[in-house]
């Protein structure tokens, strides 16, 4: 009988520990957002695909809309802000600045065994509420794949890679601070 209450008062004193536990965890946020106090919205301008300019890039259609999408998503996804068009508390903008194929390793006859898509996008990050907080940055990533695939073969995963990265590299380094 002395067992069975002492079991009971270990269960009770566990349920008690684990609710303050998950109660004092309300005040951090599980994806490390730093967001000043006040900031209710945010605002991704469209990311325009000006990698055409530059020399051994290629304007792939679609990118802007698929990037500029994948930034809102990561940010209605990792914190409690609302996306606006206009008048945001935090606004990003800026454009995809390359998007190129290059070869990475040769095979014995000199040519190329794998080769590396990379897309770099640079960003303009500002903070009306906390403007020492404002940048402009160049993001960059990229998806190795064998030679004998096309690029229309591995798009679509090799774009998902790539923008995972770098919007998550936007993130840290806006509401992060990483």
Request: charged share 20%.
């Amino acid at each position: 009988m002395k067992a069975q209450k002492i079991k009971n008062h270990i269960k009770v004193l566990g349920i008690t520990l684990l609710g303050f536990a998950i109660h004092s965890c309300g005040i951090y946020s599980f994806t490390g957002a730093s967001i000043p106090a006040g900031t209710e919205t945010f605002q991704v301008n469209y990311f325009e695909n000006v990698a055409g300019n530059r020399p051994g890039s290629t304007i792939e259609p679609g990118l802007d809309r698929d990037f500029t999408l994948a930034l809102q998503d990561i940010l209605i996804n990792q914190t409690n802000l609302n996306l606006t068009n206009t008048n945001g508390d935090l606004v990003f903008e800026g454009e995809i600045v390359e998007y190129g194929i290059t070869p990475m390793s040769a095979t014995a006859q000199n040519t190329a065994a794998q080769n590396r898509l990379t897309i770099s996008i640079n960003v303009r990050y500002f903070n009306v509420k906390k403007e020492e907080d404002n940048y402009e940055t160049r993001f960059s990533f990229y998806y190795d794949f064998p030679a004998e695939q096309q690029l229309y073969d591995i798009k679509d995963t090799a774009h998902g890679e790539i923008f995972e990265r770098i919007t998550q590299d936007i993130f840290n380094a806006s509401l992060a601070k990483w």
